[in-house]
């Protein structure tokens, strides 16, 4: 985690410390901001940058994904993907680790979905199989990544 920051260095400082992060940027400029984010990017992460001014907002426009709260002014909370409605960041946390799981479940979908095709399609193609069947395994398919999908409650 990187954190790029308009105000002073004392304050980012202590903030830094708090949340952990090690990597710490103080009183940048907007255009630093979004060079910061496009450098990033062209380096090949997935930029999630959060911000709340003005200052914010190229760089907001700039991520992969944006987050602003709903305090922020509304250029930046227009710039924004997502807007947080109460005053806290904590669900930031709590929606990558759902992003992070529905991915997980996306990719266990696929494979199910592949292995299936892999096996059932021949064997219905070569009549290895009664269409009763080649249904009853399409459908079991079909339940089982439904399943699979609903654990990420």
Do not use: W
């Amino acid at each position: 985690m990187i954190l790029i920051s308009g105000d002073t260095k004392a304050a980012v400082a202590r903030f830094a410390q708090t949340i952990g992060i090690t990597e710490v940027t103080a009183e940048a400029l907007p255009q630093d901001k979004a060079a910061l984010v496009a450098d990033l990017a062209r380096q090949g992460a997935k930029v999630l940058m959060v911000g709340d001014g003005l200052n914010d907002t190229a760089a907001l426009a700039a991520a992969h994904v944006s987050i602003s709260s709903a305090s922020a002014l509304d250029a930046a909370r227009s710039a924004s993907d997502m807007v947080l409605m109460g005053k806290s960041l904590a669900p930031i946390a709590d929606a990558m680790r759902t992003a992070t799981s529905a991915r997980a479940r996306i990719r266990e979908n696929f494979t199910i979905a592949t292995v299936y095709n892999m096996l059932a399609v021949p064997l219905a193609v070569a009549g290895l199989c009664s269409p009763l069947i080649a249904a009853l395994a399409m459908s079991s398919s079909s339940i089982t990544v439904g399943l699979n999908a609903l654990r990420l409650r």
